[in-house]
């Protein structure tokens, strides 16, 4: 097999790794809603407790919760990841960026992926392996 014909056949598994890395990123993200709302693997540091209802923090987990799954699930992919980019931008100028101008800093580093990864699949879609692929036909 020579080297053109073993970069077209990667090139060809492209759709299906866009659902793999949609699928990942989305159950490592919504661990960080879980963690918030229901303190689970873990609460929130120091105490490893729960956000108070209805806190930012807590609006926050239930976006990650809920967004987080649709995403994992492939459902409504498109505007849950705008969504979710939306809300790891307020995250990143909110929380990080007062703290220090470098993101490896101001601990930024996982919400300014978040946003840019939430984006692109906002514009990219779910991949063939989703819900919303099987509700296309």
């Known amino acids: ?3 053109t014909r073993v970069v077209a056949k990667w090139i060809s598994w492209a759709p299906q790794l866009l659902s793999i890395f949609r699928i990942v990123a989305a159950a490592i993200f919504v661990t960080s809603g879980t963690m918030k709302v229901f303190a689970f693997p873990a609460g929130i540091p120091p105490d490893g407790g729960t956000a108070p209802v209805m806190s930012q923090a807590w609006i926050g987990g239930v976006l990650e919760v809920v967004g987080g799954l649709l995403v994992l699930v492939g459902l409504f992919t498109r505007p849950a990841a705008f969504i979710l980019s939306g809300e790891m931008a307020v995250a990143y100028f909110q929380f990080h960026a007062p703290g220090s101008f470098w993101p490896t800093i101001n601990q930024g580093i996982p919400a ?5 990864l939430f984006l692109y699949l906002s514009a990219a879609g779910p991949g063939p392996w989703s819900l919303d692929a099987r509700r296309s036909g």
């Open 1 to 3: 097999m020579n080297e």
């Open 112 to 116: 300014i992926l978040y946003c840019f």
